[in-house]
């Protein structure tokens, strides 16, 4: 299995969007997979506001590891980073239009109506699937 379909299978056996992501890029880096998934859990549905996409951020995590470094204390030291997050939103967004949850479902999964929504309509079965698989699908030529 490669590193697309393992983030994907994460998320469909029930993981979130952002720990699929951090999970298994993560480990590239030598971030455990246990750790991972508790720094990426409250980043799901857009960090439960449904703003950025779970996928979106758990990605920039990855960035981080791959461009950051310990100095990073000036904008300077961290020009890397900033620039490999914005090729990654560029690329997104070439294929969904946005980086936010509520405009990539359809529906505001921050409020009951919209979590009932999108689980009704099986969003996260489908559209959030297909934003992991996005999101893996763009760091690997990032990478």
Known sequence: ?????????????????????????????????????????????????AETCGAVTGAFMVLGLRHGTEACVTQRDRKAVYAAVQDFAAR?????????????LGCDVATPEGLDTAKKQGLFKTKCLKMV??????????L
């Open 92 to 104: 997104f967004q070439a294929r969904n239009a946005t980086v936010i949850c509520r405009e990539l």
């Open 1 to 49: 299995m490669n590193s697309v379909s393992d983030a994907v299978g994460l998320f469909d056996k029930g993981c979130a969007c952002s720990q699929a992501i951090l999970a298994v890029y993560g480990a590239r880096f030598g971030l455990e997979r246990e750790v991972a998934m508790r720094i990426a859990s409250g980043f799901a549905g857009g960090m439960r506001m």
């Open 133 to 142: 698989r996005d999101a893996a699908e763009i760091l690997e030529t990032m």
